[in-house]
């Protein structure tokens, strides 16, 4: 049985298209064509993999998800050049539900796999002063996503600024493809 991860990359090889691109890229807000991420590593571009397989109305998608294989784990991760006060919770829950349900979806179709294997993370990371800066509990969740933890969709949430970003980033960023 395929993994994850190399199903869908298997399915970006067989139709000719490159999912992957650098995490500087991914994290752009390109309205503003600003970076939030100044990282070279390649990551599985998750918005450009659902815009070339999916048709219109497109789900939304979350910018980029991490694969640890070993240990059947997705952390899924959404770029927001915005401070916390100015993001939509509607928004950032849409892309996170309809993200697992795209993954449910490729999982059974593509790859014959049981996706309620894998735990699922959720990163959401905006371009702010961290939570205890604000005044704000640190390990408090954001926008409105404690249900996905209680609802048991989803292992942990974590809601944080930039620099907090980079710094996990950089403790997993060689067990995850």
């Known amino acids: 049985m395929a ?8 399915l970006c090889e067989t139709n000719s298209i490159n999912c992957f691109n650098v995490l500087k890229q991914i994290s752009m807000d390109s309205a503003k064509k600003v970076h939030l991420c100044d990282c070279g590593d390649k990551r599985f571009d998750f918005d450009y993999f659902v815009e070339n397989f999916f048709s219109h109305p497109l789900p939304s998608s979350v910018d980029t998800i991490f694969f640890d294989e070993n240990e059947k784990k997705l952390f899924l991760i959404e770029f927001k050049n915005q401070k916390c006060s ?25 790859c014959n796999l049981k996706f309620n294997n894998y735990e699922l993370y959720v990163g959401i ?30 292992k942990d949430v974590k809601t944080n600024d930039i620099k907090w970003f980079q710094k996990e980033y950089f403790k997993i960023k060689n067990f995850v493809k």
Not at 3 to 10: I, M
Not at 88 to 102: A, F, Q, R, Y
Not at 130 to 149: A, D, H, M, S, V
């Open 86 to 110: 100015q993001i939509d919770n509607d928004e950032i829950k849409k892309k996170i539900l309809d993200s697992i349900e795209v993954l449910k979806s490729i999982s059974k179709k593509n």
């Open 125 to 154: 990371v905006y371009n702010d002063e961290p939570q205890w800066k604000r005044g704000i509990c640190k390990n408090t969740i954001q926008f409105g996503l404690e249900y996905l933890k209680e609802q048991h969709i989803v």
């Open 3 to 10: 993994e994850l991860f190399f199903c869908l990359k298997k």
